[in-house]
Structures are given as structure tokens and as C-alpha cells.
């Protein structure tokens, strides 16, 4: 715009310039580092000394940084420990969403139920491995603590509705047994994919992880696919 005083013209006043946000890769790339670290340590004394007995100041302790550095990176202890659950679900450094996960996306690919089967059996396997350890942690705190509690009900709440999605896609192949509905082939994947399945097969009884695998995706193929 011109501004005068009188009739004198002073000059173009420039527009104000916005402001841009800058985000740096490399602080970036640190911050995720850091955020690595102390989800790396905050796992290691969850699983020795249980999720009661551990403290903020000691995970900040044992990665190497300030305890307010745990909270800015990550949160409080119970946003700790339900960040180390969903990257166990997700196999990656965060929370993702099921449909976007890389074995969801492959078994929707495949043609065919039982590559589907065999597909969602070798991740089911993959899951527990992770996640095995800290399903006995959050098994023995729950009782104690109200927001684990909560967060082990969303969690299986969640594995149940994917589970739904899972039979809605088993039954479109058309290769399925007559007379199954959607809910009983999710409530019979449901039941079979939880850690605690795969605790008492592997770690009670001493399968090996790859005989639990082929056997579960054995067992699906048994139960609803046509002609088996």
C-alpha cells in the first residue's frame, strides 16, 4: 500500500512477511536417535524389574540423558511403555496404523486365503517375538495400574475390530467353507493371535517359533478353507 503525510508520498510499505517454519534433518535425525535410546532402555529395566519398580529418573539414567529429556522425547511412563507395545505391533519406531503396516498391505496383495493365512501367521509370530517379553510386564502390572489396564482392553479392542477386516477379505477370495459368517472366523483368529497364545506354546510348552508359525497357519487353513 502508499502512505502519504499531506501530499507527500513517503513509499511502498512492504506486506508483512510470514514467518517460515524450519525444520532442520539432522536435529531431526538426533531427536529420533535420542527418542531410540530411550525407548531401548526404558525397555530393558521394564522387563528386568517389572513396569511398578521402574522410574522415570532411572530410564533417564540408564540412556545417557536428563529426565525431562525423557518426558519432552517421549512422555510419562505409561505413554513409555504403551509406545513400546505398539512398536512391537508395528515392527518399526512408531505407532502405526494396521492398515498401513507392511505385512497388512501384503496379505491384502495376495490372492488367495491361505497366502493370506500364511502371510498374517508369519507376522503374528513376528509380533510376539517383540512384544513377548513385555506382554508378561504388562500381564503382571495391570492389576496395579489403571492406565496399562486400559491400555492392554484398547489393544485387544483393536485386535478384535482388525480381526473383522482380516475375515471380510478371507471370505471375498471365495475360498472359504460354506456357513461362516465374519464374527466366528474373527473370534477364532482373535483368540489364536494374542501373546498369551504364543507364550503358552512357546515359552510353556517349548515349541519352536517356526513350528508355532507353520502350525498356526495350518490350523486357520483347517478351520476355513473349502476342500481341506
Given at each position: ?12 510499505v512492504p506486506d508483512p512477511v510470514k ?185 510353556e510348552r517349548g515349541w519352536l517359533p ?19
Open positions: 500500500m502508499i502512505l502519504r503525510i499531506n501530499t507527500g508520498t513517503i513509499g511502498r514467518s517460515r517454519s524450519y525444520r532442520s534433518p539432522l536435529r531431526d535425525e538426533r531427536a529420533r536417535r535420542t527418542r531410540r535410546v530411550i525407548l531401548a532402555a526404558a525397555r530393558r529395566l521394564f522387563v528386568q524389574h517389572g513396569y511398578a519398580a521402574t522410574t522415570v529418573a532411572e530410564i533417564a539414567a540408564e540412556a545417557g540423558v536428563a529426565v525431562d529429556t525423557v518426558y519432552a522425547a517421549v512422555g510419562a511412563k505409561s505413554v513409555l511403555f504403551r509406545l513400546l507395545l505398539e512398536t512391537a505391533i508395528s515392527g518399526t519406531d512408531e505407532a502405526v496404523p494396521a492398515e498401513e503396516r507392511d505385512y497388512v498391505q501384503r496379505m491384502r496383495a495376495q490372492p488367495r486365503a491361505r497366502q493370506k493365512l500364511e502371510t498374517y501367521a508369519a507376522a503374528v509370530r513376528a509380533i510376539a517375538e517383540r512384544q513377548g517379553p513385555l506382554h508378561l510386564v504388562l500381564r503382571d502390572a495391570a492389576a496395579q495400574a489403571p492406565e496399562l489396564a486400559r491400555a492392554r482392553e484398547d489393544i485387544a479392542a483393536r485386535r478384535a475390530k482388525n480381526m473383522r477386516l482380516l475375515a471380510q477379505d478371507l471370505i471375498a477370495t471365495g475360498d472359504l467353507r460354506p456357513g461362516l459368517d465374519v464374527e466366528e472366523i474373527a473370534d477364532v483368529v482373535w483368540s489364536m493371535n494374542s501373546a498369551e497364545f504364543y507364550y503358552l506354546l512357546v515359552h517356526a513350528k508355532y508359525e507353520q502350525w498356526l497357519a495350518d490350523t486357520w487353513c483347517r478351520l476355513f478353507l473349502a476342500g481341506i
